[in-house]
């Protein structure tokens, strides 16, 4: 057996140890063994694609929240577009458009805070350079 069938193998046994655990409402346990690789949580999330699970789905999103351009996002709502998951597409829009806005929201933040720092800065500077004495010296 090669080795890269051997891995999705391994890689569907996985799958469906988790989902089976999540169907059994045995969260905690299924949180436990969820991969951290890129290509196994796409694996994962294209698994409860195939089974049309919304509710899997929703659980992965909050458990694993990963970035809204990720690959296994990406790859999840090509898929569940292509099979006409309506429920499972909705839900993914729906979460890749409030991961955006939560960046934007931080970004925004971010760039008050900074413009803050330097206004603050600003001030510092303008307030030290007011009060700083003249040279009285006599250059000859």
């Not at 597409?89 to 931080?106: M, V």
Request: overall charge negative.
């Amino acid at each position: 057996m090669p080795a890269t069938h051997a891995m999705d193998m391994n890689n569907e046994n996985l799958d469906e140890q988790i989902y089976i655990l999540f169907l059994e409402n045995k969260q905690t346990e299924a949180r436990q063994i969820l991969p951290r690789n890129q290509e196994k949580i796409t694996s994962l999330f294209i698994y409860g694609i195939n089974r049309d699970n919304a509710n899997f789905m929703q659980w992965l999103l909050t458990t694993k929240k990963p970035l809204f351009d990720s690959l296994p996002i990406q790859e999840s709502l090509r898929i569940s577009q292509q099979n006409n998951h309506n429920e499972i597409t909705y839900l993914l829009k729906n979460y890749i458009q409030n991961e955006r806005e939560a960046l934007s929201r931080e970004l925004e933040k971010y760039i008050d805070t900074e413009i803050a720092k330097i206004n603050n800065h600003q001030y510092y500077l303008d307030k030290t350079t007011d009060e700083t004495p003249e040279c009285k010296c006599i250059i000859s």
